[in-house]
């Protein structure tokens, strides 16, 4: 047994000056670093706003009901309407939704509920994979890929909503994948095994237990999921054929709030600059409508 | 009620109560902990006798919401004074916990790791202090070979020596232990019997058990809580065997708990 | 067995939901590389580009941009985020606080590319122009960087939520200070998933396009500094494919892209498992 003596010759316990204030100044640079993202929100609303807000402002709702899109760089001169975009935009993430939630869905129940574990292994990085993919290969394969696909089977110029459809629902595919997991695998397992116990079968408990339970997560991540599909540009941009009228059938080309910004941002000065940044005001009002809703469901979620 | 074994004292505390929210866990507790003896504190689960000697190094300030009042007195001063250097008093008073509760690092580095926390580089200086802290909680021979594997490779009773070793490192003066052999085999738990009954002789120790034989084997004094209260504090033999209070009586003879 | 029978085609339709995904991925990924491998030498990856009007030659340049807007990116990302983390799980309580900065980073991963680059091109290439040099490589990363944020951020806080409180309390018993806790036992126990973390911000800081797009400029030219304008990989690709309809530089530089997402990927997947191990002790 050998014995370490305590030594306590002068340590004193009352707290130094110094000892504060560097813990103090610490909490305070990482407290900076907390409230940066809030600082970013609020930094691209003011930019935004302030360059659009006063356009929109000007315009009124013509610049939302109207449907001749003639900029220029001076107000008066242009005709400022972009209702055809509005449908375009939401016209392709409608569709989108719709081919990805039903997968989207079924593939979240495989991968919680059915997948054995060495599928999983491969899956859920692949789908990982599938949202790190950058937006512009997906275009990409789009253009090369999807679009010849359409225009010799269909006819027209192939750059289409469809081809818009079929490029943006692989894409969302991921959040919808992701969310919709995660909630039903935070499905007490309570639920699942006293379903279980009075026989009924797998199927029978993810169908009445498990997906119901699960519900307001799902409906979150579809939300999210459309979040993604409206706001996305490139493969929008390269695929739909950006083409300002409302499309008269899905083998037309249309255009988008996003793909409308992207390609005039380049050449855009005066009335027309202030334009496209309302626009992004638009673009930015659906998105916190959606991002509301996603919250409202998955706040849903708590109650059980 | 200060009626255990005089020597002197190390730890007084006058009028202490505390309140979780609107709970009050520590109900106006006086007591005067002993120099180099070993004070158990018993009582039944929730019987604040956990969030008491939390208290004495003030590990409740990481809790939401508490509110102290009242004093303990340590080395001349109310350590419950706001300018008091909670680092420093950590280091003065340390605490083993429930569960052990190792780094993720090697076997030398955490033994090594409060000694660099608070300065020291040497690897000579820092090769001593392991050496003598594991010897002093008896791990040495069984890891002197490892000291760089992971200490999560330990057994569960090793692994509380190594935390034991881990504080012994910082030379505290004042050991506290949150019922340390409550997640430990029986074989483990008597290793760490008998390394409190050693430590005793260089530290004031003051053991959290809900294991009454282990108050009867390590402890000089041994304090019965119950809902809150510090009901009875006496030498351990008396209090077992001739309890003064009626619900010490109940305890000890096993009527609840 | 009726019941039995009655559920084989929605299991079916469940594992072909999985199946279809996987064969989505690999149909893109296999088409991607198929096309782009056989591009790929070492001239495309360091020769120069072809000269205006022309199609092949090198993508040199590209690469350069992209590593520059990454890195910029990351630079101002990586303290803020890995800062704003350790903020939130160990300095806050559940306060209002709190709740503002996740809801902040929620919106901000949220808010739309092009949006950010709209934004980008208002603050840095306009109004910050002095000091960015307009279009240019700070531009375009310090736009990236708003996008980095939220996601190694979000990564970090749930990488250090894993990290036991008893560890803490271990430390801070020893008479460490809090600071020092978090540098010597929270951080490192933490490392694996912050790195994650960060990763996945590299991936979508060299996968951005639009909002390099507004930002970035766009020249093929060799940056001889960061306020030079450039133009990334991604933004490469758009630009070959709609200016010249150069598919083979598209593909080379596709698949390079792909493949370092693909390593993105494999890495942050291996990080995550020996993560969970060495928790566990193994």
């Known amino acids: 047994m050998i014995s370490i003596k305590p030594n306590r010759a002068g340590r004193s316990l009352r707290r130094s000056a110094t000892q504060d204030i560097k813990g103090r100044a610490i909490e305070l640079l990482l407290l900076l670093c907390g409230i940066s993202s809030v600082c970013a929100i609020f930094l691209i609303i003011i930019f935004i706003f302030a360059e659009g807000l006063p356009f929109l402002i000007q315009a009124g709702p013509n610049f939302l009901i109207s449907s001749v899109w003639q900029p220029t760089d001076n107000f008066a001169d242009g005709l400022w309407g972009i209702f055809p975009i509005i449908i375009g935009s939401l016209l392709v993430t409608v569709g989108a939704v719709a081919i990805g939630m039903p997968l989207g869905v079924a593939c979240a129940i495989f991968l919680a509920e059915i997948a054995p574990a060495p599928v999983r292994r491969i899956l859920v990085p692949s789908v990982n994979a599938l949202a790190g993919v950058p937006s512009v290969v997906y275009g990409f394969f789009g253009l090369l890929v999807v679009v010849p696909?359409?225009?010799?089977?269909?006819?027209?110029?192939?750059?289409?909503?469809?081809?818009?459809?079929?490029?943006?629902?692989?894409?969302?595919?991921?959040?919808?994948?992701?969310?919709?997991?995660?909630?039903?695998?935070?499905?007490?397992?309570?639920?699942?095994?006293?379903?279980?116990?009075?026989?009924a079968t797998h199927w029978q408990t993810i169908r009445s237990v498990l997906v119901p339970a699960a519900s307001s997560g799902i409906i979150a991540s579809v939300i999210l999921g459309m979040g993604r599909a409206i706001g996305e540009t490139m493969a929008v941009l390269m695929v739909a054929g950006n083409s300002i009228t409302i499309p008269n059938s899905i083998f037309a080309p249309t255009s988008t709030l996003t793909a409308q910004i992207a390609l005039e941002m380049g050449y855009a000065t005066g009335a027309h600059r202030e334009a496209l940044f309302a626009m992004g005001i638009v673009l930015f009002a659906f998105i916190m409508i959606l991002t509301g809703l996603a919250n409202l469901a998955s706040r849903r979620r708590i109650a059980y | 009620m200060d009626t255990a074994t005089e020597t002197s004292v190390e730890i007084s505390v006058k009028s202490l109560n505390l309140w979780f929210g609107k709970f009050q866990a520590l109900k106006n507790i006086n007591i005067d902990i002993q120099k180099n003896q070993v004070t158990a504190l018993i009582g039944p689960s929730g019987c604040g006798k956990s969030t008491f000697i939390k208290t004495l190094d003030r590990m409740n300030d990481l809790v939401d919401n508490v509110k102290i009042t009242g004093e303990v007195v340590y080395q001349g001063r109310n350590i419950l004074d706001s300018d008091t250097d909670v680092v420093e008093l950590r280091k003065q008073?340390?605490?083993?916990?429930?569960?052990?509760?190792?780094?993720?690092?090697?076997?030398?580095?955490?033994?090594?790791?409060?000694?660099?926390?608070?300065?020291?580089?040497?690897?000579?200086?820092?090769?001593?202090?392991?050496?003598?802290?594991?010897?002093?909680?008896?791990?040495?021979?069984?890891?002197?070979?490892?000291?760089?594997?992971?200490?999560?490779?330990?057994?569960g009773g090793q692994q509380q020596r190594l935390c034991i070793a881990r504080l012994l490192a910082v030379e505290p003066d004042v050991l506290l232990m949150d019922e340390p052999a409550s997640a430990l085999d029986p074989i483990a738990t008597s290793k760490i019997e008998d390394l409190i009954y050693e430590l005793k002789n260089d530290y004031t120790i003051i053991i959290v058990t809900h294991n009454m034989q282990q108050a009867g084997r390590v402890a000089t004094n041994t304090a019965f809580f119950y809902l809150g209260e510090l009901v009875e504090y006496a030498p351990t033999i008396d209090l077992f065997e001739r309890p003064q209070d009626k619900r010490?009586?109940?305890?000890?003879?096993?009527?609840?708990? | 067995m009726e019941a039995k029978r009655r559920e084989l085609v929605p299991l079916a339709l469940l594992w072909g939901a999985g199946i279809a995904t996987l064969v989505i991925l690999i149909v893109i990924l296999a088409y991607i590389l198929a096309n782009g491998l056989p591009v790929i030498s070492w001239h495309f990856l360091t020769g120069e580009p072809a000269l205006w009007g022309q199609t092949?030659?090198?993508?040199?340049?590209?690469?350069?941009?992209?590593?520059?807007?990454?890195?910029?990116?990351?630079?101002?990302?990586?303290?803020?985020?890995?800062?704003?983390?350790?903020?939130?799980?160990?300095?806050?309580?559940?306060?209002?606080?709190?709740?503002?900065?996740?809801?902040?980073?929620?919106?901000?991963?949220?808010?739309?590319?092009?949006?950010?680059?709209?934004?980008?091109?208002?603050?840095?290439?306009?109004?910050?122009a002095p000091f960015t040099g307009g279009w240019s490589m700070i531009s375009g990363g310090l736009t990236l960087a708003f996008m980095v944020l939220p996601i190694s951020l979000r990564t970090s806080e749930e990488a250090l939520k894993t990290v036991p409180a008893e560890l803490r309390e271990g430390s801070l018993g020893l008479g460490a200070t809090k600071w020092q806790s978090i540098t010597t036992v929270v951080l490192p126990t933490a490392l694996p998933g912050i790195i994650t973390g960060l990763i996945l911000g590299v991936g979508r800081a060299v996968g951005e396009t639009a909002a390099i797009l507004l930002t970035a400029g766009g020249s093929l030219n060799l940056i001889q500094s960061l306020r030079d304008p450039g133009r990334p990989m991604t933004l490469n690709i758009y630009n070959v494919l709609t200016e010249y309809r150069d598919t083979t530089t598209a593909y080379g530089t596709a698949a390079v892209l792909v493949i370092a997402i693909l390593a993105i990927t494999l890495i942050t997947d291996l990080l995550m498992n020996s993560y969970t191990k060495k928790l566990k002790g193994l």
């Open chain 1, 149 to 199: 696909w359409i225009r010799g089977q269909f006819g027209g110029f192939g750059t289409s909503v469809l081809a818009s459809w079929l490029i943006l629902f692989i894409m969302i595919l991921p959040t919808i994948i992701s969310i919709s997991t995660d909630s039903i695998r935070a499905v007490p397992k309570e639920f699942k095994e006293g379903s279980l116990a009075i026989g």
């Open chain 3, 56 to 128: 092949g030659g090198g993508i040199y340049s590209t690469i350069v941009a992209t590593l520059a807007v990454t890195s910029i990116s990351l630079l101002v990302a990586a303290p803020l985020s890995v800062g704003g983390a350790i903020y939130l799980n160990e300095y806050t309580k559940e306060t209002s606080l709190r709740m503002v900065i996740r809801q902040a980073a929620e919106i901000l991963a949220g808010i739309p590319s092009i949006i950010v680059g709209l934004f980008g091109f208002l603050f840095f290439v306009i109004y910050l």
């Open chain 2, 248 to 257: 010490t009586e109940d305890y000890v003879t096993g009527k609840f708990g």
């Open chain 2, 93 to 155: 008073i340390g605490m083993v916990f429930q569960k052990p509760n190792p780094f993720p690092k090697s076997i030398f580095d955490n033994v090594a790791y409060g000694p660099r926390v608070h300065g020291v580089r040497k690897k000579q200086n820092l090769n001593e202090v392991v050496e003598r802290s594991l010897k002093a909680a008896v791990l040495w021979e069984e890891v002197k070979d490892r000291l760089n594997e992971s200490a999560l490779r330990l057994s």
